[in-house]
């Protein structure tokens, strides 16, 4: 486990010497940016609106950072060799991909969690109400980006770069987008073939709109403790069928 | 020197060329053994293999057959590594760390607490002549510092072996001499070292057997001092110059005179002649040893012997 901590915490300081915690503070300008240009409707209608549109952004920033994070690290070990110093320790090939993947956790929530700040000050500034409810918004958030690295940093251990950003792009929409379809075919479908075949893409693609909780945050009360715990149990499922593939091609992979 | 630090046997390793079915062979039947407490040099040309078999040894790069031990395991054992340094070729280390830093992040993977860890960074950054930058970041380290700080970090475990890569690749002649004196350091404290290096000089001045490989093949293994050894032949030196006199020599093989010392290369039945040929020249004796040619030379021959 200390092996595990250790690459993890190396990550994390990595990624602020990347200046990857820059894109927090531009995050926090982009809502800035866009707060004043919302309508001052009836009283509840600004909030409900400026929830939404930070749990988008938190959104769109959450997973362009996840994908950066995921994508650089091993490759970018390999490359520049400092993956030899790591493995010619007592270190074996499974913790150090969880320590890169633990370490990339812990960067994408300590950085949700300056967003989440960002979010709750000038949601009170605008509004004059404290909405902890938007926690619940981006945690949903950091899951999906959870559910993304853990994808990206399994390409990575099989593919190039450029092919993993491509695959990752292709993966964010149609894991957004394919619920609707699928389901479709899984219900109305006459052919039997078919609706096995959209089953099993059904169920063995991750749907990543059951993190999209932004209109429940926005509009209603939040979602209920039993959807959060579910889609927590789903973001580990998948992002540990992940990391077990990647562990797969990653166990005798030459360096 | 009975205990085997290191033992490969019939090792072979094949690369898949990128974009094609054909495959290139790194390694092919290779079989080596270093003893523990020897200071063994691997050789070749580049493209040779030696990088290659680091890295089997290493668990970098998984050899397609053939069996290895390390420190007395099957290669793969992660536990051997508890006892194991390295320093990879031209080595890259996460430059946003401080020298001291990046030794406590090794150090725990070791398992070595903070105040063991504190001591054995101050001693090694001292071994290695970086004390003074103990607290600047890797990235405004020169090569040569950072050669010196992977050679600390190899050592920060206190190894019973150290894998070296091209420990002196791309330093000035200042800072070859000062790698050559860490690596003469660690050779006194009884360790093994496993030495990969262009530098014959080098090698030859640490190292006590070799193996030269070409080709992914070893093609020259054994004790440098009997490998070197020119069979039939005797190296005198004496003291003073021979000059016109040494006429009477003319029997040697050869005969070479500077700064008031000949030295003589004689066939060994010629031993007792010479020595009273010299004597008779009011020559003083100085040494009589073997005759021993240069690790360069025998490199050359052996690499254009193999690749006819």
Same mark, same amino acid.
Do not use: C, V, W
């Given at each position: 486990m200390r092996n595990v901590l250790s690459i993890a915490w190396n990550v994390v300081r990595d990624a602020s010497r990347r200046r990857i915690f820059y894109v927090v503070f531009l995050f926090g300008l982009v809502v800035l940016a866009v707060s004043p240009l919302l309508p001052n409707f009836e009283l509840g209608t600004t909030g409900a609106f400026l929830k939404d549109i930070s749990i988008s952004l938190t959104s769109l920033f959450g997973v362009v950072l996840a994908v950066i994070l995921a994508v650089t690290q091993i490759p970018g070990e390999v490359e520049k060799r400092t993956i030899y110093n790591i493995l010619s320790k007592p270190v074996n090939r499974a913790q150090y991909l969880l320590g890169k993947y633990l370490g990339i956790l812990i960067s994408l929530f300590g950085i949700m969690l300056v967003m989440s700040l960002e979010i709750l000050v000038l949601l009170g500034a605008k509004t004059s109400v404290f909405s902890p409810v938007i926690l619940q918004g981006v945690f949903a958030v950091f899951l999906e980006a959870a559910v993304i690295s853990a994808f990206c940093l399994m390409l990575t251990t099989l593919t190039s770069v450029p092919i993993t950003i491509f695959a990752a792009i292709l993966f964010y929409f149609l894991c957004h987008i394919k619920t609707s379809f699928l389901h479709q075919k899984l219900i109305g479908s006459t052919s039997g073939f078919l609706k096995v075949l959209a089953g099993a893409a059904y169920y063995a693609i991750?749907? $990543?709109?059951? @993190?999209?909780?932004s209109q429940q945050v926005a509009y209603g009360g939040g979602a209920s403790a039993y959807y959060m715990l579910r889609i927590t149990g789903y973001a580990i499922f998948f992002a540990a069928v992940f990391i077990i593939i990647a562990f797969a091609a990653f166990r005798r992979k030459d360096l | 020197m009975d205990e085997l630090a290191v033992g490969l046997e019939n090792i072979r390793k094949t690369y898949r060329i990128a974009g094609t079915r054909k495959k290139k062979t790194a390694v092919e039947d290779l079989s080596l053994a270093v003893h523990s407490g020897e200071i063994f040099g691997l050789l070749g040309p580049n493209g040779a293999g030696k990088t290659t078999t680091l890295k089997i040894l290493l668990g970098l790069v998984y050899a397609d057959s053939g069996t290895g031990t390390l420190l007395g395991r099957?290669? *793969?054992?992660?536990?051997? /590594?508890?006892s194991l340094g390295f320093l990879p070729e031209q080595p890259y280390f996460y430059? @946003?760390?401080?020298a001291d830093k990046g030794l406590a992040l090794y150090g725990k993977f070791f398992g070595m607490d903070k105040g063991e860890l504190a001591e054995r960074a101050t001693y090694l950054l001292d071994l290695v002549g970086l004390a003074r930058n103990s /607290? $600047?970041?890797?990235?405004? @380290?020169?090569k040569g510092m950072l050669q010196r700080f992977g050679i600390a970090q190899a050592l920060l475990n206190d190894p019973d072996l150290v894998i070296l890569d091209e420990? !002196? !690749? *791309?330093?000035d002649p200042v800072g070859q001499k000062e790698i050559r004196d860490i690596l003469l350091h660690v050779r006194e404290q009884g360790k093994t070292i496993f030495l990969s290096s262009h530098q014959l000089s080098e090698v030859e001045n640490v190292c006590n057997s070799v193996c030269i490989m070409n080709a992914g093949r070893s093609v020259k293994e054994g004790m440098l001092s009997e490998l070197l050894k020119v069979e039939g032949l005797t190296r005198i030196v004496l003291a003073g110059a021979a000059g016109p006199r040494a006429e009477s020599l003319d029997f040697a093989r050869s005969v070479e005179s500077s700064e008031g010392t000949t030295t003589l290369e004689v066939a060994n039945s010629d031993t007792y002649r010479a020595l009273e040929e010299a004597r008779s020249l009011g020559l003083e004796l100085v040494s009589v040893e073997p005759y021993h040619r240069s690790l360069e030379d025998l490199f050359l021959e052996t690499i254009k012997e193999t690749a006819s």
């Open positions: 991750p749907n $990543l709109e059951n @993190f999209n909780i | 099957p290669l *793969g054992d992660r536990s051997a /590594h508890a430059n @946003f760390l401080t /607290h $600047l970041t890797l990235e405004k @380290f020169s420990p !002196s !690749s *791309g330093l």
